[in-house]
Structures are given as structure tokens and as C-alpha cells.
């Protein structure tokens, strides 16, 4: 079904005259983030990842899991997070 859906927007997105780059999350403030677990998105990938993963190399934006969860994003397969 998100198979489906990922495809659909990616259709729309080509046939469409503006193709935006993917949302950026927003910055949260910091009781948000103490209150839930933290995880990393990179601008371009499309999975979110631990601290210490070494796919975080060329940017490192700081999310919590459910925004990352909420923005369409995945976990990544190598640091599980």
C-alpha cells in the first residue's frame, strides 16, 4: 500500500510543472526533544537514523521519531533505530 502511494506521489510530482524538493522538518524546541526519542534525517535521504550512523555523513538534521514517522520517513536497515 505505501508502495502504491510513494509511486502515485512520484507520478504526480513529475507530471506537475513545479516539483518541490522534499519537506525539511522543522526545528522543535528542546522540552519536545526530552520528552521523546530523538532520531536523524539527512536533506535528501528518505530513512531516519541513530547519531552514530555513519550514512548521516553529509548532514545530520535532528527530528523526533514521530515527526520523522509523520514526514514519510523510514528506518534506516543499517543502524535500526
Known sequence: MKKLFY????IIGLLSSSFSAPEVPSVRTDTVFAKEKVV???KTGKRYHLSNCHHLRSSKIKVTLSRAKELGYLPCKHCKP
Open 40 to 42: 536523524y534525517v539527512t
Open 7 to 10: 509511486l502515485l506521489l512520484l
